[in-house]
């Protein structure tokens, strides 16, 4: 089964940008792999920030994007506010096998 | 908008089966496919597996021996049986929907179930 790599943490200041990313032990992430993010908060389920690489659901705050740079997926944040402080995770499609990466815990500090 | 709810004992014995059920309300869940991942304490989400609204099923490797998911229309619900479980399958179940090709829009608020005897 495929390892999907993330940011064990990452800290950015009010304000700021910041860019996590999802990498695959099988190679390059491509389209097809169809990267999701999802934001998880203390105590509740996950929330789908963005799927299929770079689309987001209506729920999804305009300062986040999607994208795919240096073969991986990328969520960037700009303009972080301390709500934003959450755990967030991606997944990768392996030919409609998921796999969830191992979370990024960000900090807003 | 569509809502989740997990439902099914707490505690779970070792060895035993682990049953869940999902109840949607606000639509019906023959518009939808579905999921269920699980998180252990402190731990990341592991995906469990996929049933889609075309009948097509995928499941993680390390549960496809001992996992079965299925549909109560009737009831609005769906389901999950997980076998032989040991302390390892101890976690937060989340049951998720989706409509179309993207997958897990929708969550449940998700259940602890704790197997220990």
């Known amino acids: 089964q495929a390892v999907v790599t993330q940011e064990p943490s990452l800290t950015v200041s009010p304000g700021g940008t910041v860019t996590l990313t999802c990498g695959s032990s099988t190679g390059p992430v491509t389209t097809t792999n169809y990267p999701y993010w999802f934001q998880q908060k203390p105590g509740q389920a996950p929330t789908t920030l963005i799927y299929d690489t770079d689309h987001k659901h209506s729920w999804t705050p305009a300062r986040f994007s999607g994208s795919l740079l240096g073969g991986k997926g990328v969520l960037t944040l700009a303009g972080a506010r301390p709500e934003d402080e959450a755990d967030y995770y991606c997944?990768?499609?392996?030919?409609?096998?998921?796999?969830f990466g191992g979370g990024t815990k960000l900090t807003v500090l | 908008q569509v809502q989740l709810q997990e439902s099914g004992p707490g505690l779970v014995k070792p060895s035993e089966a682990l049953s869940l059920t999902c109840t949607v309300s606000g639509d019906s869940i023959t518009r939808y496919s579905w999921g269920w991942v699980r998180q252990p304490a402190g731990k990341g989400l592991e995906w469990i597996g996929n049933v889609f609204v075309t009948a097509n099923s995928e499941f993680s490797a390390p549960f496809k021996s001992r996992v079965t998911m299925s549909v109560d229309q009737s009831k609005n619900q769906f389901s999950l049986t997980l076998k032989s479980v040991t302390a390892a399958d101890t976690a937060v179940y989340f049951c998720a929907v989706w409509i179309g090709s993207h997958w897990f829009d929708y969550w449940g608020p998700g259940i602890l179930v704790t197997v220990a005897s």
């Open positions: 997944l990768l499609s392996y030919s409609g096998v998921v796999v």
